[in-house]
């Protein structure tokens, strides 16, 4: 491969994982289940009850989870691409030492 392909790839392996960061949610807030928490929000405010507010409140974690699973996932997908890019920096420049030798 010549340099310039590789050192493009480099960059891709890079900032593609910073693409999920800029992800918009739209304008309604969060889309995941979007319209169970917003059945479950107007359920608890047309009857405050402890069931409905038991429903919304599992809403609420659920979407806690769902954000905290999907931080987990990034985390790790950054991880796994500074590993790839370690990796390729790596063994590019060991190939490059020893051309130059």
């Known amino acids: 491969m010549k340099t310039r392909a590789i050192r493009w790839l480099i960059v891709i392996f890079v900032l593609l ?6 992800l918009p949610t739209g304008p309604g807030g969060p889309s995941y289940r979007q319209k169970e928490r917003i059945e ?4 608890y405010k047309l009857n405050p009850s402890v069931s409905t507010k038991a ?6 974690y659920r979407l806690h989870h769902h954000y905290a699973m ?5 985390l790790l997908s950054f991880l796994l ?3 790839v890019v370690i ?6 420049g060991a190939r490059k030492m020893e051309r130059a030798r």
């Open 70 to 74: 999907s931080g987990l996932v990034l």
């Open 17 to 22: 994982p910073f693409g999920a960061l800029v």
């Open 87 to 92: 990796y390729l920096f790596w063994n590019y």
């Open 40 to 43: 479950t929000i107007e359920a």
């Open 55 to 60: 429903a919304m409140n599992d809403e609420f």
């Open 81 to 83: 691409v500074d590993v």
